[in-house]
């Protein structure tokens, strides 16, 4: 199994910047695939961005695409995201998965993280 703990979630004004953090135990952390996702108050969880078991290859929504960066550091078995240009809209709160896996037409993500609240004012 592998356990996920989230950190880094705050308050920040529209225009600032976070980087949250994603802490994973119980498997090699080389070995999974990372995402993050978010989900506001009454909306579907979203997809936000993911970053590949080599490091080499990342994904991002196209709403954050050029403001968020994942980054993944093996050895501490963290992954970042990195958060410039916060928009009001993407208070929510935000969570990360691990073990991304073909399910049917697309794909699923097999463990969570409990999630961090991010609010961003205006």
């Known amino acids: 199994q592998v356990q996920l703990v989230e950190s880094g979630g705050g308050l920040v004004q529209a225009g600032g910047s976070l980087r949250l953090s994603c802490a994973a135990s119980?498997?090699?952390?080389?070995?999974?695939?990372m995402g993050w996702f978010r989900q506001a108050p009454g909306k579907e969880r979203e997809f936000v961005a993911a970053i590949s078991r080599s490091g080499g290859h990342t994904y991002y929504a196209d709403s954050v695409k050029g403001r968020f960066t994942i980054s993944r550091d093996d050895a501490k078995n963290t992954v970042y995201l990195q958060m410039n240009s916060l928009k009001p809209e993407g208070t929510a709160v935000y969570s990360c998965?691990?073990?991304?896996?073909?399910?049917?037409?697309?794909?699923?993500?097999?463990?969570w993280g409990q999630g961090t609240q991010v609010t961003i004012s205006s």
């Open positions: 119980g498997r090699a952390f080389s070995a999974l695939d």
């Open positions: 998965a691990a073990e991304k896996e073909a399910y049917g037409s697309g794909y699923r993500w097999k463990y």
